[in-house]
């Protein structure tokens, strides 16, 4: 029965994430030596399908439907579920974006199947034809490898995980599947863009991240002023994020994982989901007036002293050394 | 607000203390609340340490077959740490490895969950995460406790809640602390391999060492200890807070300073610290413990200032586990009559007595002032090492007798008349 | 409203620890509600203090998340239940959904599921969204806020880029960030009266279910399980005046050649 999937597929609503998805998939499929397949959701969205053979897809599954507005959970989980029932992937990679995160489970559950979220490794066993899905669990401490007996094995992977990879010339088939999909019972009321920073966080070389130790959302003009001289971007923890609002995102755990060549965290604890954000970066600085704060141990240099000394100081050291 | 519950006792602090008071009044059928506001028993006593097994056995049969005792400690150490040294008095006896045994390494994490699980399994309600904040006062006598703004009635309250009792001052039963009664302690428990603790040791069976360590505390009275647990060493300090103040210097520096010193980094080399705690200790021995009992309360463990430092052992949770079961025996004896008023609780002082817990503390009443004396932490340590090194290294110079070395080494730091005073000093505290 | 919450009692992760060939030391780990969880439960007892009505916890796990549930009853919760779980945790995802929507069926209405966005300890964020799909109820995940009228509900949803409004009739699951709420800590009287509050407690047999079948449901394998060994410098410059200790740390960053220089 099993011998019926083939194939890798992936998804994501978010175009760059699912640019990423195909090239790996791409790769994986090479490994099996089977196809790629993309799936576009929306009302209207059939034009976009050409782009993502660029990307290593030889099919692309296109529902449209007046119910996929907005994309809710629901009405996606059901446009998934009929076309995973006619095109049978062995492997279903989703964009593991909050949107993709609520959807993957959803559409698992109605296949029976099961699901691995927030991958940040993929490897295949050609001979077994199995998917070995990494992630990381227990709060950043540990690494866990999975396999999927069910199929399709379904795996979420947060962007910037794997690298687009374009290759022009190629061509994908475009195939319309007519999904019968209820009328969602949610309905959007609102949406609220956030102010988004500049270029992506996980992209950058340096990385400096401000903590609760910042008073106020002026302080980070501090922050700024040192990532200048650095050329590094400035981040920050959830609370900074998700409780003031004064960042759209954060780092760790539940936010981005990056992997600079410096990290310097200012007026971070250093809770364990914030560390496992920061395990890839080369080297890790912290400035923290207190020297029992458990960040000391996750950096490979501290300061114990207050930041509102440390910052201007050190970015007046850098802009000398950097003569900017 | 009213209570639909009604409690005989409400014991405050699931440490030692307070779960074995809780634990001997539920085996006799009263009903008895023990509020620990730590999210569990021992979530907030890291201390831990060399628990003495005498009295504990006493109340807790053969313990040890039972509860998470770390190692069983047979070999003891006395270190006197010079700059580069160190000498090392030992003592190993082998009845100190076999039951009832002398003295257990334990973490306190587990040791003390267990007595409480004791106390829930004789019958008491035990409730964590929820801190006492005041006592309910009547005419100067107890009847029961605040929490926030929940108040609790109850015949007696026992106060077990270590060694800030601030039950106990506002049951009218101390004044302030004075400052040189009062030392601060520091641990960190430092992790290594079970087979690696074996090793470096030299121990193993669950067998363990212990080691006090006198000396290198930059003048500061105070002295430190190291001790095996099964897969960890415990290593600590307790220094004075009034000398700490005065010489301006912070009990981390001085654990730090430890730490690199040859004789101790080698035994905690490759360790990864994984906890660290600090706690303040009473030192004013007999002379600071406060009247243990009013109407309606009785204090019991290190609120009532019950702890033995004589420069050698640090004892601490034995007396709160013996003090613990006295307090509920009072309280028993109280309960007969019903009469909970201060004279019928008094029977907890010849209780306390009976368990050797006062006099062992007024045998060593002397032992504050034996930590007054500076040249125990200054200069008899450096003088030891200086002393032995030369004795056993081989000059080229002609050799002097020994007390002849010992004279030279001293000269400016401590008069021939000092040291004799002191040694009678610690001849009649010990 | 009637409410049902789900919360697990995840291991401790802060106490996890790992051996030193890199294998994670499980074995008596200690166990708590999970941290969102909490958020949840305080959602739940927000809305009944606002509104009325029930709420009942509802956890898959092993015996000892009676402590856990206890602390929850204190909080606010009317009713717990526990369906014991003989695995000892291998099961994945999709076992928990099948536990926990059977015990939700035999618990019998409801109109408001409330989970967390995540475990603290397997950090999937896949039991709310599964649950709904298996119930065919709608989802609203990672909501902020959480407003109850009448029979709809209206969540503000934190997504990356945006904060999305979403409105769902009842019966529906949301699950909530742990920015939602502050969860309150149980006073003393709430704890004793907890104690006598009804604790049910199921084994899968009473559920018409079996070990055998939830194995069945469970497709996922853990094939390995490795401890993070990142080795960092820990130089710590302290007690020294600012300038002093930011030379320091420019001269160790320049030796790193951390700064292009
Ligand atoms: C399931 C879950 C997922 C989570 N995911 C994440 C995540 O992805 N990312 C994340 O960051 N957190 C996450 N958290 C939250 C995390 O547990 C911590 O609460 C959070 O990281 C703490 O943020 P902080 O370090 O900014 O604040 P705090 O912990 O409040 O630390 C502030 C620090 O600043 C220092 N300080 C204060 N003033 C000064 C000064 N003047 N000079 C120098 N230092 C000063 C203080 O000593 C303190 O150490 C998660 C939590 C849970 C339960
Ligand atoms: C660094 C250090 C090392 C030591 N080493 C040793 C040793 O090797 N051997 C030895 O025998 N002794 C040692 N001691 C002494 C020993 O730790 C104490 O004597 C012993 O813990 C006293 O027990 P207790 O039950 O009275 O109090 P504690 O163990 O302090 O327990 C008090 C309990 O009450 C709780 N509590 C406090 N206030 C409240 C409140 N208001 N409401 C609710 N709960 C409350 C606390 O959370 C705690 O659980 C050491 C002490 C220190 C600081
Ligand atoms: N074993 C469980 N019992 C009850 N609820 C659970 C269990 N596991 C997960 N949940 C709920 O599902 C949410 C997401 O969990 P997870 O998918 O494990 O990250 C949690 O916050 C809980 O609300």
Partial sequence: MAEEYKGIMAYSEDRDTLFELLSKGRELADQLQTEVSAVLLGEKVEAEAG???????????VVESPQLKG?????????????????????????????????????????????????????????????????????????????????????????????????????????????????????????????????????????ICGGRGLKQQEDFKMLEELAEVLGGQVGCTRPIAADRGWFPEWVGL??????????????????????????????????????????????????????????????????????? | ????????????????????????????????????????????????????????????????????????????????????????????????????????????????????????????????????????????????????SDELLADVVIDAEGAKSLLVEKAGLRGDFKPEDVSVGVKELIELPEETVNERFNVGGGEGASYTLVGYTKGVAGGGFLYTNKASISLGIVARIDMLVEKQVKVHELIEDYKVHPFISKLIEGGNVAEYSAQIIHEGGIAQVPRLYSDGFLAAGSSACLLINNLFTLRGMDLAVA???????????????????????????????????????????????????????????????????????????????????VRRHMKGKAGLLDVLRDLLGVYRAL | MEIIVCAKYALDVAEIKIDPSGKPLLDGVPRRVSDIDKNAMEAAVNIKEKQGGTIKVVCFGPASAKEGLKELLAMGADEAYLVEDPSGGMLDTAATVE??????????????????????????????????????????????????????????????????????P???????????????????????????????????????????KLEQVSTLQTVDLQGFAVERKRVVIKDKPVEEAVQELVSYLMKEKALGV
């Fill in chain 1, 51 to 61: 782009e993502l053979a660029s990307y290593g897809a030889d099919k692309v599954y």
């Fill in chain 1, 71 to 207: 994309l809710l959970a629901e009405a996606c989980a059901e446009a998934l579920h009929a076309v995973i029932s006619q095109a049978k992937p062995e492997v279903f990679l989703v964009g593991a974006t909050k949107r993709g995160k609520e959807l993957a489970p959803r559409v698992a559950e109605k296949l029976g199947t099961g699901c691995v979220a927030e991958c940040v490794a993929l490897e295949v066993d050609a001979g077994r034809r199995e998917l070995k899905m990494k992630r990381v669990v227990f709060g950043g401490k540990v690494s866990s490898t999975h396999i999927i007996a069910g199929k399709p094995a379904i795996a979420t992977i947060p962007p910037r995980i794997f690298e687009k990879k374009k290759a022009d010339g190629r061509t994908a088939e475009a195939v319309k599947v007519e999904a019968e999909i209820s009328p969602p019972k949610a309905e959007i009321v609102e949406v609220k863009p956030k102010e988004m920073a500049g270029i992506r966080i996980e992209e950058a070389p340096i990385v």
């Fill in chain 1, 254 to 324: 539940s936010g981005k994982k990056i992997q600079p060549s410096l990290y310097i965290a200012v007026g971070v604890s250093g809770a364990i989901q914030h560390v496992a954000g920061i395990r890839s970066s080369k080297i890790v600085v912290s400035v923290n007036k207190d020297a029992d704060a458990p960040i000391f141990a996750d950096s490979d240099y501290g300061i114990v002293e207050d930041l509102y000394k440390v910052v201007p100081a050190l970015t007046e050291a850098l802009r000398k050394i950097l003569k900017k």
């Fill in chain 2, 1 to 148: 607000m009213a209570a639909e519950e009604k409690f005989d006792v409400i014991v405050v602090g699931a440490g030692l203390a307070g779960s074995t008071a809780a634990y001997v009044l539920a085996k006799e059928g009263l009903q008895v609340l023990l509020i620990e506001r730590g999210r569990q028993a021992g979530a907030k006593n890291m201390t831990g340490g060399i628990i003495y097994s005498r009295v504990v056995h006493e109340v807790f049969p053969n313990f040890w077959e039972e509860a998470p005792v770390e190692r069983a400690i047979t070999s003891y150490n006395i270190v006197f740490l010079g700059e580069n040294s160190a000498v090392t008095l030992n003592l190993k006896a082998p009845g100190l490895g076999k039951p009832p045994y002398n003295a257990f390494s334990v973490l306190r994490a587990k040791f003390d969950r267990w007595i409480a699980g004791k106390a829930e399994e004789a019958g008491a309600t035990l409730v964590t995460g929820v801190t006492v904040d005041e006592l309910v006062m009547e005419n100067g006598k107890v009847k029961g406790i605040k929490s926030g």
């Fill in chain 2, 323 to 405: 003090s613990g079961a006295a307090a509920a025996r009072a309280v028993l004896k109280a309960k007969e009559r019903n009469d909970f008023s201060a004279s019928s609780l008094s029977a907890y002082e010849s209780l306390l007595r009976e368990a050797f817990i006062l006099t062992d503390m007024e045998a060593f009443r002397r032992t504050p002032s034996l930590l007054n004396n500076r040249r125990f932490f200054t200069v008899y340590p450096d003088l030891a090492c200086s002393v032995m090194e030369e004795l056993f290294s081989v000059n080229p110079a002609p050799s002097e007798k020994a007390f002849k070395v």
């Fill in chain 3, 99 to 168: 536990a926990l929507a059977a015990a939700i069926q035999k618990i019998g209405s409801f109109d408001l599921i409330l989970c967390g966005e995540a475990t603290t300890d397997g950090y999937t964020g896949q039991v709310g969204p599964r649950l709904a799909g298996k119930l065919g109820i709608p989802q609203i995940t990672y909501a902020r806020n959480l407003n109850v009228e009448g029979n709809s509900v209206t969540a503000e949803r934190d997504l990356e880029d945006a904060y999305e409004t979403v409105k769902a």
């Fill in chain 3, 170 to 212: 009842t019966p529906v699951l949301v699950s909530v960030t742990r920015e939602i709420n502050v969860p309150r800590i149980p006073s003393l009287m709430a704890i004793l009266k907890a104690s006598k509050k009804p604790m049910t407690i199921w084994k899968l047999e009473d559920l018409g279910l079996s070990k055998e």
